[in-house]
């Protein structure tokens, strides 16, 4: 993707200066409920279509999950996972993909100004043409999710359709879900619907049901509606409680003005220290020549 | 200044081309590691092609720096062992600093305080090389994420703090005059032998 909406952003990687903020747009979300997915893959296909990519085909190694991992070309993965609660075999389904969190723990890595951004709508966008290939949006995503091209060394990841909503339509997958699995709008409407389908899962016994919209990672512009959402890691590992690693705050934050400041203090020792105690000169010089 | 009969010799022609191609690799790594390190200094992946072509020759800069490193380090390490006499020479450092020597034990090759800063130049230059192997794409791809993460920061930490002690390196060279020439062309005059390392020049006329 380039950068369509530059009058839209909200956040851009490497850059200590604030983007253009004049204008304001609601944030929007997608709304993936897992108690109505089927598995059909249908979105993978739309998403594949829509953004013109074909990975290769792979090898069966006896799982539904196909292709077996996210890539450079498969933004959007169905993972399947074999769960036993309360006695029932129960097969959830989640669809994997960038969550657009609202505090990007790839954009806050990404050494590369603007090859990161994220809109003022709440979508994280990679603009490859920025993109360095280093690798450092891999280590701050809380969610394994950005891949990087072995054929160019670009970092890719879904883009939210961030074309098609700037044009005010539904991403791709929404569009083609046969059952109404995904859906998209503001966030608000999104939780207002997540809390209708919170009360009829509990009504059949999920007690558990509930909406993950992580705040760990500030929220997410992608949201799931979980059965169980006391366990998320029965979804394939979707983890319980993401937020950008501590590690990568401290390097990516404090750490970098100490440095600088370090380096500064220490030339800044060096002449004042001259300007003191002048040039050390070897005693008795003249004898030696 | 010509050569005076007397000159000691510091460094042959072999460890001059080396400490100075160290110097150059150095300065690469540096510049370029600082340009992805603060976006207000981005700007310095120009001198290096763009960001993608920095990313790509920046590895291959550390590794030259620390071979160059090697080399000369394993040259000079038998100077460098760290006994009594520094442990009494660091006591003095700030009088040292101050341009008074009288009190401080007689330095040898190298000072204590060059000694101490060989063993740091040694440990960043080490962690550097590690952790840098850690996330090189794509040679590190599958390793843990965590493992990434601390070699990501331990390798901003190591470079911050060979950049810290290159700048001290290379501010006792401009003070203590006529140490650049040891490094340059090679000799020393025995006032600066005398003055600055005594042990060392005793050593060397009892040689001769």
């Known amino acids: 993707m380039s950068s369509l909406q530059s009058l839209d952003l909200k956040q851009r990687s490497a850059t200590t200066v604030q983007p253009p903020s004049a204008r304001s747009n609601p944030e929007v979300s997608k709304l993936i409920d897992i108690s109505k997915c089927i598995g059909c893959k249908a979105c993978q296909v739309a998403c594949s279509e829509w953004n013109d990519l074909r990975d290769t085909v792979g090898t069966n190694v006896g799982v539904y999950d196909n292709p077996a991992d996210l890539s450079p070309e498969s933004w959007t993965l169905m993972r399947y996972s074999e769960v036993e609660e309360n006695g029932k075999l129960e097969w959830l389904i989640r669809k994997d993909g960038c969550m657009h969190c609202a505090e990007p723990g790839c954009l806050k890595a990404c050494p590369s100004p603007g090859a990161i951004v994220q809109y003022s709508n709440g979508i994280v966008d990679f603009i490859e043409e920025h993109c360095i290939g280093c690798g450092s949006c891999v280590t701050g995503c809380p969610f394994n999710i950005p891949r990087i091209s072995k054929e160019d060394h670009k970092a890719y990841k879904c883009t939210l359709c961030s074309d098609r909503v700037a044009v005010g339509l539904e991403p791709a997958c929404v569009k083609t879900c046969p059952t109404g699995a995904i859906q998209f709008g503001t966030k608000e409407d999104m939780k207002e619907l997540a809390a209708e389908r919170m009360v009829d899962l509990k009504e059949r016994g999920f007690q558990n049901a509930g909406l993950y919209d992580p705040q760990g990672v500030g929220g997410t512009h992608v949201m799931y509606v979980l059965q169980h959402a006391d366990q998320p890691e029965l979804y394939h590992r979707l983890p319980k409680d993401p937020h950008i690693s501590p590690l990568v705050n401290l390097w990516k934050g404090p750490f970098k003005p100490l440095a600088l400041a370090a380096m500064g203090v220490t030339v800044l020792a060096g002449l004042l220290h001259y300007l003191k105690v002048g040039p050390k000169e070897p005693h008795g010089e003249s004898q030696s020549d | ?208």
Not at chain 2, 50 to 77: D, E, N, Q
């Open chain 2, 1 to 208: 200044m010509l050569r005076p009969k007397n000159a000691i010799d510091r460094y042959n022609y072999l460890e001059r081309v080396v400490h100075w191609l160290l110097a150059i690799f150095f300065f690469t790594a540096a510049l370029s590691g600082l340009a992805f390190f603060h976006p207000s200094m981005f700007w310095l992946t120009n001198f290096f092609g763009g960001g993608p072509w920095t990313r790509i020759l920046h590895p291959f800069m550390g590794i030259g720096m620390f071979v160059f490193f090697a080399w000369l380090g394993l040259k000079v390490m038998g100077h460098n062992t760290i006994d009594k006499t520094d442990v009494e020479w660091l006591k003095h450092a700030h009088e040292v600093m101050a341009g008074d020597e009288s009190a401080a034990p007689p330095a040898g090759k190298y000072n204590a305080g060059q000694k101490v800063l060989f063993w740091l130049l040694t440990l960043c230059m080490l962690g550097l090389l590690v952790t840098g192997f850690c996330f090189w794409r794509p040679l590190a791809d599958g390793l843990p994420v965590t493992l990434i993460r601390w070699a990501s920061l331990l390798h901003a930490v190591c470079a911050t703090g060979l950049i810290l002690l290159v700048i001290g390196h290379a501010y006792m060279a401009f003070w203590t005059k006529q140490s650049i020439r040891a490094m340059v062309q090679g000799w020393v005059t025995p006032a600066w032998a005398k003055s600055n390392h005594p042990a060392w020049h005793d050593e060397v006329m009892r040689k001769n």
